[in-house]
């Protein structure tokens, strides 16, 4: 049996420095200093010397008693001291393994393995290893799942200009504020320290001021947003530049692998078997003109908050798409050939939320206005503010109206459909289908209307509902899904 990095000894103290508090608390007779209080504090200084040697003795036991082996049939791990955990995953069940290294720590020749299986509720889903590089050289040996195929496969690199526009279609300021809040809890006062110096504030100082003069005629409050929204979107965009940077991905017959990352490094070795669905994504910009991009759910991969589960970033109408066949085995290529559509009746039942969104604004406003006049420039600017996403999501429902559809064979299910403010085209294995609900409104119900709701398996349970499907066709599909699942 092997043992872990050395480094990992550094993981358990930190995870136990919550002990440090008795030599904080010991630390207060120095207060108020004298020479006669930084006396007693060292008179008492083996206590501190004390629980420094117990964080770091617990450290050292517990990767002393952390041991993991491997074979073609096995990957286990037994760790702690006094209660015994044996961890044993089986080969064939891995559905994914990442690797992942950074260019700080290559000396160290550290890399942390990642090995995930579809039993995402149990604990023992998830692996994670902080290994030496011999020995994950070992590991690509013996573990089918990350040994290259002898078959041929299709290798796709994605060029700068296509994960430029990738970062930049995918890019939020709301992603951006998640970054800055997560480096302020993470890195505490240092991180606050750095970033209120006197030159950072005066640097932004310079730059609002910048702002406010150039654009007059808007309150200062909206142009302070808009530069502060504008700055997390910028920080959102190198973030995803960093994540999938040099991104390639290779697909063959039991071959599928993704690597990405450019500071932090990360490769990915998929089961084909083991992917649940395939994603094609847009955007409404993407859309209009013919651009989208390409993900899968499989356990394991994509499924953290910085991370998207991408297989290919962009995809134009020059460059054709990795084969289904090769992603989900029994799956084809070719056009289904039944389809539902959405009906044009069911008009309202697409745009009551954007019509109600920019409805109750607009009142708002008016309202507003005629109670607080002199505020009336920032109301004004505040709703246009709203109305910004609230058209736009009209402009998504009234073109799903057309696009939603739903296409199914023997073999396999296609369908269309807008969530928020992304269009989703999915496809996947028809036994994969673990779920179909009709649901009806009295509004819905006198058009011959519902919206149709189809859950699949996947390590995530979320729900794909398409809208003003007719009614007799969504009962049609239902009953033949029932009738090929039995």
Request: overall charge positive; aromatic content about 10%.
């Amino acid at each position: 049996m092997y043992r872990e990095h050395p480094i990992k000894i550094l993981r358990y103290c930190i995870r136990n420095l919550w002990l440090l508090i008795f030599p904080l608390l010991r630390s207060s007779v120095l207060f108020p200093f004298s020479p006669e209080a930084l006396l007693r504090w060292l008179h008492g200084a083996w206590f501190d010397i004390l629980i420094f040697l117990t964080i770091l003795g617990i450290a050292v036991l517990r990767w002393r008693y952390c041991r993991f082996s491997f074979c073609r049939q096995f990957i286990r791990c037994n760790n702690g001291i006094f209660f015994r955990r044996q961890i044993c995953i089986p080969c064939a069940r891995i559905t994914a393994v990442t690797e992942t290294d950074s260019c700080l720590l290559k000396p160290l020749r550290l890399v942390l393995l990642k090995i995930d299986t579809a039993a995402a509720p149990l604990p023992a889903a998830e692996l994670r290893l902080w290994l030496r590089e011999k020995h994950l050289h070992q590991m690509r040996r013996e573990v089918p799942v990350m040994q290259p195929s002898s078959a041929p496969a299709k290798r796709r690199r994605t060029g700068i200009w296509m994960t430029l526009l990738f970062s930049f279609l995918f890019s939020s300021s709301l992603s951006g504020t998640i970054y800055i809040i997560a480096f302020f809890v993470q890195a505490g006062s240092i991180a606050r320290d750095l970033f209120f110096q006197p030159p950072v504030m005066k640097a932004l100082d310079e730059i609002n001021n910048a702002a406010i003069h150039t654009f007059y005629a808007i309150p200062s409050i909206i142009v302070s947003l808009c530069v502060f929204l504008g700055a997390c979107w910028i920080i959102s965009f190198f973030v995803n530049l960093l994540h999938y940077g040099r991104f390639r991905v290779h697909a063959g017959s039991g071959l599928l692998s993704v690597h990405m990352g450019i500071l932090i490094r990360r490769r990915t070795y998929l089961r084909p078997g083991a992917v649940n669905h395939v994603i094609l994504r847009q955007n409404l910009m993407m859309k209009l003109f013919g651009v989208l991009s390409m993900h899968l759910s499989c356990p394991g991969y994509g499924g953290g908050r910085k991370s998207m589960p991408v297989l290919i970033p962009v995809l134009t109408k020059k460059t054709t798409p990795l084969p289904l066949s090769a992603l989900m085995p029994g799956v084809s290529d070719g056009s289904l050939p039944k389809m539902i559509r959405g009906k044009r009746r069911a008009i309202w039942s697409f745009v009551w939320l954007p019509v109600t969104w920019i409805g109750l604004i607009l009142g708002i406003m008016v309202l507003a206005v005629q109670t607080a006049p002199d505020m009336e420039r920032l109301l004004f600017f505040s709703g246009v503010i709203g109305l910004i996403p609230a058209v736009w999501l009209l402009l998504i429902r009234l073109i799903s109206i057309s696009a939603e559809h739903v296409s199914f064979d023997k073999r396999q299910i296609q369908f269309q459909y807008s969530r928020g403010f992304s269009f989703y085209t999915i496809t996947a294995p028809l036994h994969h289908v673990i779920g179909i609900k009709i649901c009806r409104t009295p509004l819905t119900a006198r058009n011959d209307i519902c919206s149709l709701i189809i859950q699949l398996r996947g390590h995530r349970r979320k729900r794909h509902k398409l809208t003003g499907i007719s009614f007799r066709q969504a009962e049609e599909l239902k009953a033949f899904l029932e009738q090929i699942l039995q």
